[in-house]
């Protein structure tokens, strides 16, 4: 007890959604525009204040309304809260970038023999 008060007094709720369908969203969009690595740097660093991530997402919702739709912005905020979604981004990223790869490395033909 800390004054009386417990210390997750003030913590924000996680949500128990599931952001699969997001986080693949999202994933998509970062590798298809080329940004994985940066996005990964970001999202790791994120990872340990996750939920002041959630929150500072909601604090820049009318900054970026004209990116994302209100909705969107609300749904990555919750996600963002938790760091098991923000690790499951991660390796959503890593997953699509080693597809992509694999696809533009493996020739549809093979290469004439002269």
Known sequence: ???????????APTSERNYSALIERLAERIVTHRMTVPAIVFFESLRPVSRLAGQSVLLAAPLLGFLLSFDTLYQVADMLQDARNV??????IERREAAYHT???SPSTPPAVT
């Open 87 to 92: 690790e499951a981004l991660i390796e959503a």
């Open 1 to 11: 007890m800390w004054f009386g008060l417990d210390r997750s007094a003030f913590a």
């Open 103 to 105: 696809s533009r490395s």
